[in-house]
């Protein structure tokens, strides 16, 4: 392998199923998967969360079963699932940041629609009905009114910029992932 080594993660197993079926919660159990309740799947993506792993290099995924359990062409097997695991969850992923951003822009299109109304209501009124009022008054409405506006476009906004982010780092790491060594040995 031309790549260095950048991370090993070691799972002990039952049985294969819990790579992706979550396990009863065993809080004395000697298994990592049953002690949490998690799947080996959940358990490695929380490793392998954004911000602690590194794009490049190598990541060896060792997978420790009973050795009754381990059947000639598992290691394939294992990559086969693995590999259709995360194109689905990747296309999950991807749908769901379009999601996010279409629903940003459409209730930032909103948002901007009932902020020119909310002005031209109050250019309105300013110049008619309280086109008398004292200048500190008028002020503290225009402020008033500004902090609305910026209520209610802020949230569309982060909606647009920041909501879809979790699902394209969670997709770098599928793609680290679907990259990685797979090893199934036994116990010790």
């Keep these: 392998m031309s790549d260095k080594l950048v991370k090993e993660i070691v ?5 294969i199923d819990q790579l ?17 309740g998690e799947s080996a799947f959940q358990r490695i993506l929380k490793q392998l969360e954004p911000g602690f792993w590194k794009k490049s290099g190598t990541l060896r995924l060792v997978l420790l079963l009973p050795k009754e359990k381990i059947k000639p062409g598992l290691d394939k097997k294992v990559m086969s699932a693995i590999d259709n695991f995360v194109e689905i969850r990747t296309k999950d992923n991807e749908l769901a940041a379009r999601n996010e951003r279409w629903n940003g822009a459409r209730r930032l299109v909103v948002a901007v ?25 008028a002020s503290l409405l225009y402020g008033f009114i500004a902090l609305v506006l910026w209520v209610l476009v802020w949230n569309p906004i982060d909606i647009l910029a920041f909501e879809w982010v979790p699902f394209s780092r969670a997709n770098q790491v599928l793609a680290y992932i679907a990259k990685a060594e797979i090893v199934i040995k036994p116990w010790d």
């Design 20 to 36: 992706y079926l979550a396990p009863g919660m065993d809080p004395f159990s000697d298994l990592e998967v049953e002690m949490f």
């Design 11 to 15: 799972m002990k197993l039952r049985d």
């Design 113 to 137: 629609l009932v902020s020119l109304g909310i002005i031209a209501v109050s250019a309105l009124l300013f110049n008619t009905v309280l086109a008398k009022i004292p200048r500190d008054v």
